[in-house]
């Protein structure tokens, strides 16, 4: 009986440290699987991430890149005015944030309908260039293309981060043409009209005018202005831009008055009338009245080697 009692609590004693083994290991295990599973667990969520960002990055949201921009216009001067580039003011860095690019082209071909009838309405009954000359129509066709950077000072400060400063190259051509006549209320009791060229007074028979003078301007050189864009809803814009081409050489003019075979005649004041230009002399005599004229204007005008450029428009930037 004592030998019972003695293996009974013998095994009381021990089973609990057995136990309590047991229930360690367990508990071992039970860490152990769980900390494998928050690391595969966050090893899948890490591909994941970057399986998301590949797919994002090749296959970017937007169909445009942010900052192009597009713009139509109407110039003064030249017409119909277009331009395509670039200006992200959402940049970081100091300087992209400021920078601007655009490519601009124009011409007076798409209204030319409209800027015909201004000019007319300009002149209205004509305008005096002085000598008895009167310039009764005009006509105007101009086109050029320009590469352009722009610089924003303030970036994107509101208000004052649409003003720009403009520099770049120009290059196109713009040509005048002008119908002349003239009027000296001393002859007014002849039925042509007159015009005055390097002191000598002529008219063409039945009172048709057949004279014009001409300026062609080659404008190439490098263009500096200054503009800016207003924000006006959903990415809409309204734009101006004003500034000079400093080309290398002036306008150039020329002057057609035809001869005899157009029944032009001159005011002779030894026998104070109309006689015919109708001799070989006389026609010299033209010539020369008209190159003198002419180089006498381009004298003036060699002393302006700029072309003003003043434009403004609409345009969207993405």
């Given at each position: 009986m004592k030998k019972t009692c003695a293996f009974i609590l013998s095994a009381v004693l021990t089973m609990p440290a057995f136990a309590t083994t047991d229930t360690n290991t367990v508990a071992t295990e039970t860490v152990a699987q769980d900390t494998e599973t928050t690391l595969q667990d966050t090893v899948a969520q890490v591909e994941n991430d970057v399986s998301d960002a590949y797919v994002k990055n090749s296959n970017p949201d937007i169909k445009f890149p942010r900052g192009l921009q597009l713009g139509v216009g109407l110039s003064a001067t030249s017409g119909l005015e277009g331009f395509i580039g670039y200006n992200n003011k959402k940049f970081d860095s100091f300087w992209w944030k400021r920078l601007g690019i655009r490519f601009d082209f124009a011409s007076t071909k798409p209204v030319k309908s409209v800027i015909d009838s201004m000019v007319d309405k300009y002149m209205d009954d004509g305008i005096d260039i002085g000598d008895n000359l009167t310039i009764t129509d005009g006509k105007i066709e101009s086109h050029h293309m320009a590469a352009l950077v722009d610089f924003y000072p303030f970036g994107d400060t509101w208000l004052f981060g649409g003003w720009r400063l403009t520099g770049g190259y120009m290059f196109g051509k713009m040509d005048v043409d002008a119908m002349l006549t003239g009027s000296d209320d001393r002859l007014s009791q002849y039925a042509g009209k007159q015009f005055e060229i390097w002191g000598t007074?002529?008219?063409?028979?039945?009172?048709?005018?057949?004279?014009?003078?001409?300026?062609?301007?080659?404008?190439?050189?490098?263009?500096?202005?200054t503009g800016f864009d207003i924000g006006l809803f959903s990415g809409f814009k309204l734009f101006m831009d004003m500034g000079v081409v400093f080309t290398n050489k002036a306008a150039e003019l020329s002057m057609d008055v035809p001869g005899s075979g157009a029944g032009l005649e001159y005011w002779d004041t030894t026998t104070n009338s109309w006689e015919p230009v109708n001799t070989p002399a006389l026609e010299n005599t033209l010539n020369e009245n008209i190159e003198k004229t002419l180089a006498d204007a381009q004298k003036e005008l060699n002393k302006y080697k700029f072309f003003p450029i003043v434009k403004m428009g609409f345009m969207y930037r993405f």
């Open positions: 007074k002529y008219q063409y028979t039945g009172g048709d005018v057949h004279g014009t003078a001409s300026a062609d301007w080659d404008i190439k050189g490098p263009y500096a202005g």
